[in-house]
């Protein structure tokens, strides 16, 4: 199993930046996929973006295009979430998963929160307007 602890959340006016992570511990080397998800009050869980553990296959939702980024840190044992330009429909609560295959790639289902084997507990995100 594989333990997520996120960290990063808190407060920012519309416009501003946030820098989310996930610290990764546990039985890292069974982890193939890593996806940041969210979810507003009220709202489905959504996707947010995907990452191969290898730092490759990155996509993203369509309302975080070109906004957000994702990427691995291999030295720190996280994946990262970089927030621009916010806005206030962004904030939500942010959740780290890990899949222990490559299927939610392969099969293209890596939007979707089934396919995930691990979760943190999330960090809010706050986007004041």
């Known amino acids: 199993q594989v333990q997520l602890v996120e960290s990063g959340g808190g407060l920012v006016q519309a416009g501003g930046s946030l820098r989310l992570s996930c610290a990764i511990s546990?039985?890292?080397?069974?982890?193939?996929?890593m996806a940041w998800f969210r979810q507003a009050p009220g709202k489905e869980r959504e996707f947010v973006a995907v990452i191969r553990w290898s730092g490759s296959s990155l996509y993203y939702g369509d309302s975080v295009k070109g906004r957000f980024t994702i990427s691995r840190d291999n030295a720190k044992n996280t994946v990262d979430l970089q927030m621009n330009s916010l806005k206030p429909e962004d904030t939500a609560v942010y959740y780290c998963a890990a899949a222990r295959s490559s299927q939610p790639l392969l099969r293209r289902t890596y939007d979707q929160s089934g396919p995930y084997d691990d979760w943190g507990q999330g960090t809010q995100v706050t986007v004041a307007s």
């Open positions: 546990g039985r890292t080397f069974s982890t193939y996929v």
